[in-house]
């Protein structure tokens, strides 16, 4: 029997304007923090309260816009050659940028969030390809699009090569068709699953997208160019229009011919990823025509949505589990805690993502990493705990100051357990606790085993040299809740 959900969120797509039953404040402005981007500091939410929604997310897409991508590193057109042998290097350079990443998403929230959503969109697996270069490119690519227009963003992703060689673009030729992106052009990437193409359809797209093949054994690694005397120069039909279609032929097509299912499909998708799993088909068919009438531009689908009062409803808080890189960098960036950033670090959030699941540059399959519900099962649920537990560990021993500031900072120093432990859960879960015994548990833990007159009689204050312990105490507490892995 199939159990039906239904989205009972109320709200349309009008701007968001604060009242008392819906009021502007720390939890609305998390909310945005938490979806457009990895959480926020609590000085970022304080400054997010003096400015309107509407302006908080402009100012939140236009930081992102204009970010340059990373800064391009010394071996980003390296082909296998310059290598000398030297496997060891490769690996080391596939590192460095993915310490990189992890760096930007704690420093550049939206813009990273926004490839990451695509980069489980377009999926690549480095596996396949192997070559930090051919990484690289693709990185950029999914930065410099983020925000940008989708079309040349699908007519870029199709030529780059960690594509061309993850889904055989490389190997289709006029004397033998390879039919897997064009398969996956329309299936994962803008149609959906059955939506308006044919499996002839994709027999032509494969035909017309054929001569992407520029490459050798010497060159591995390097661009990989056009030839044209690979290309079919056959006539082909696609969404019955007929002619000697080449590559950019197919992407005008298929914009043309099917722009309400292209819009549709990626709509829905940005709604479920930043939204809700459960789809509100009316505001998707909405967010449908922005993108159309936009020609296709990623930044007005997003601007129309984060700004609307749907968006900002209460039974669309706390509804989406944070993946395994989410779940970790939320939690260094909404705690301020400020680590240095060495190997060491880095590489310890990547692994413990990737133990979670979550590989970065490595989907699961070229279907991406299915998200929500499907990151937390019986092992995966303590591998979490345990992973957090590991990451509060490592504060404690190397950055215990912070912890203490961090309690001090949001309690404006207050001496009250009650009162700084309701902040902290209310801080760190997007709902905070549903019972006050659960905050009553929580301020046990934070209390730890000080004796109780220290509290009652004002004793005891965020000076005493248990504060950062008592801190590690309550948040080892909180991230052992289940609304701790939502946002």
Same mark, same amino acid.
């Given at each position: 029997m199939t159990m039906m959900t239904i989205n009972c969120v109320t709200g349309t797509l009008a701007p968001y304007v604060p009242d008392a039953s819906m009021p502007w404040n720390e939890r609305r402005i998390m909310h945005l923090y938490r979806r457009l981007g990895f959480g926020a500091t609590p000085a970022q939410i304080a400054a997010g309260l003096s400015q309107t929604p509407s302006n908080l997310v402009d100012a939140l897409i236009d930081a992102a816009i204009a970010l340059p991508t990373a800064p391009e590193p010394e071996w980003s057109d390296w082909t296998i050659g310059q290598y000398n042998g030297d496997q060891n290097l490769a690996i080391e350079q596939i590192f460095s940028w993915r310490r990189r990443w992890v760096l930007d998403m704690i420093g550049n929230g939206p813009r990273e969030k926004l490839a990451l959503f695509w980069h489980n969109h377009f999926v690549t697996r480095l596996e396949s390809y192997g070559c930090p270069s051919w990484m690289y490119q693709y990185h950029k690519l999914l930065q410099e699009y983020a925000f940008g227009n989708f079309k040349d963003f699908v007519k870029e992703m199709g030529k780059t090569p960690a594509m061309l060689v993850f889904l055989n673009g490389v190997q289709n030729t006029r004397f033998s068709a390879n039919e897997n992106y064009a398969r996956e052009l329309y299936e994962l990437f803008t149609?959906?699953?059955? #939506?308006?193409?044919? %499996?002839?359809?994709?027999?032509?797209?494969?035909?017309?997208?054929?001569?992407?093949?520029?490459?050798?054994?010497?060159?591995?690694?390097?661009?990989?160019?056009?030839?044209?005397?690979?290309?079919?120069?056959?006539?082909?039909? /696609?969404?019955?229009?007929?002619?000697?279609?080449?590559?950019?032929? @197919?992407?005008?097509?298929?914009?043309?011919?099917?722009?309400?299912?292209?819009?549709?499909? $990626?709509?829905?998708?940005?709604?479920?990823?930043?939204?809700?799993?459960?789809?509100?088909?009316?505001? @998707?068919?909405?967010?449908? =025509?922005?993108? /159309?009438?936009?020609?296709?531009?990623?930044?007005?689908?997003?601007?129309?949505?984060?700004?609307?009062?749907?968006?900002?409803?209460?039974?669309?808080? &706390?509804?989406?589990?944070?993946?395994?890189?989410?779940?970790?960098?939320?939690?260094?960036?909404?705690?301020?805690?400020? /680590?240095? &950033?060495?190997?060491?670090?880095?590489?310890?959030? $990547?692994?413990?993502?990737?133990?979670? =699941?979550?590989?970065?540059?490595?989907?699961?399959?070229?279907? &991406?990493?299915? =998200?929500?519900?499907?990151?937390?099962?019986?092992?995966?649920?303590? =591998?979490?705990?345990?992973?957090?537990?590991?990451?509060?560990?490592?504060?404690?021993? +190397? *950055?215990?100051?912070?912890?203490?500031?961090?309690?001090?900072?949001?309690?404006?120093?207050? #001496?009250?357990?009650?009162? $700084?432990?309701?902040?902290?859960?209310?801080?760190?879960?997007? #709902?905070?606790? %549903? *019972?006050?015994?659960?905050?009553?548990?929580?301020?046990?833990?934070?209390?730890?085993?000080?004796? #109780?007159?220290?509290?009652?009689?004002?004793?005891? +204050?965020?000076?005493?040299?248990?504060a950062p312990a008592q801190t590690a105490l309550l948040l080892d507490y909180l991230v052992r809740r289940p609304e701790f892995q939502l946002m």
């Open positions: 149609l959906g699953r059955d #939506n308006g193409y044919t %499996q002839q359809d994709i027999v032509e797209t494969a035909k017309a997208l054929t001569g992407w093949n520029g490459i050798t054994q010497e060159t591995l690694c390097g661009p990989i160019t056009f030839v044209p005397a690979l290309f079919d120069p056959s006539s082909k039909t /696609i969404f019955g229009r007929t002619g000697n279609w080449g590559y950019d032929d @197919v992407h005008n097509i298929l914009f043309q011919e099917r722009s309400n299912q292209v819009a549709t499909y $990626i709509c829905k998708k940005l709604y479920q990823a930043f939204v809700s799993p459960e789809v509100d088909e009316n505001i @998707v068919t909405q967010l449908a =025509g922005i993108f /159309i009438s936009n020609d296709f531009e990623i930044a007005p689908v997003l601007r129309a949505l984060f700004k609307s009062e749907h968006f900002f409803d209460d039974a669309n808080i &706390g509804v989406i589990v944070k993946s395994p890189i989410e779940a970790v960098i939320s939690f260094l960036k909404e705690g301020n805690f400020q /680590i240095q &950033g060495t190997n060491e670090e880095l590489d310890g959030i $990547i692994y413990l993502a990737s133990e979670l =699941g979550q590989e970065l540059f490595n989907p699961v399959d070229v279907a &991406g990493w299915q =998200g929500n519900l499907t990151w937390v099962n019986s092992n995966t649920l303590t =591998g979490r705990w345990q992973a957090l537990r590991f990451v509060l560990y490592a504060l404690f021993q +190397s *950055y215990p100051e912070q912890l203490r500031a961090f309690a001090a900072g949001l309690s404006n120093d207050s #001496n009250d357990a009650d009162y $700084i432990t309701e902040l902290i859960a209310n801080h760190f879960l997007p #709902n905070g606790m %549903q *019972y006050p015994e659960d905050y009553e548990r929580a301020t046990i833990s934070f209390k730890a085993e000080i004796p #109780n007159h220290y509290f009652e009689d004002g004793g005891w +204050s965020l000076a005493w040299e248990t």
